[in-house]
């Protein structure tokens, strides 16, 4: 959980005040200004009004809000018809725009954890899909723009992983209970047939990897689709001589690693 700051700026070019019926997707971006932190950016758009803007900036300290969510920002130009291809309307009337400041002084781990929460964050609020309703801006508009690809490829992060890391934050932040699993709840292996909670955490990390459906995270029975998926995430991983379909130590620690989960044992 972080704190969300709230300050908007002034009408003007950048703020027009003009309102979203319905906040259908988010554009993520990034700066594209190394150093520049999320006041330095609302002070340029605050004083100057460029014709543009985002709703919101990030850095390693803040979450800064600048444009409320219910009204638009001008974050990706009205002529790029992917948008609508994508989602059925533009950008600007239906999106809410997120911008990641790095580079810098700024410390980008502090940043990056920061973004992926408020990704997460938007989503439950306005009840968006993390793999379907978030979009790169260099998505919608590839001739001239590369965020944030370019700068979470600055710091050896691709989308996918973002959009994992996301996942994991709207799905399971709220259960900190299963963050509590040490190396020896893995004496024993996890296979088909067995119950309980060390399963569904299986079916979230799966799920979380794409290997699985969202629907499948509540299920605490291990099932013919979780063989299967355990067995594909496997092979992807190379992992040396699991039995297939079942889950190991071995295999648990890939999913930590994958998905960068922290246990108190440090798996």
Known sequence: MYNITRDYIRLGNSRSGQKIQRVRFIVSHDTGNPGSTAYNNWSHFNNNQPSASAHTFIDDKYILEMIPLNEKAWHVQYNKPIDNRMFGDD????????????????????AYKRYVWYH????KTFNLDPRKHIVAHQTLDPERRSDPINALKRHGITWEKFI????????????????????????VRIQKGDKGEMVKLIHFFLASLGYTQTKHVEIDEYQDFTVDAVRRFQEDQKLRKPTPGVVDFETFSAFAKVLHVYYKDRL
């Not at 997460?120 to 989503?123: N, P, S």
């Not at 994992?164 to 190396?183: A, C, I, M, R, T």
């Open 164 to 187: 994992n890391d996301v996942v994991y934050h709207f799905q399971w932040e709220s259960k900190p209970k299963v963050l509590g699993v040490s190396k020896g709840d893995l004496t």
């Open 120 to 123: 997460a964050y938007l989503c």
């Open 91 to 110: 950008a600007n009337d239906a999106a809410i725009g997120v911008e990641l400041c790095w580079g810098g002084k700024i410390n980008f781990q502090e």
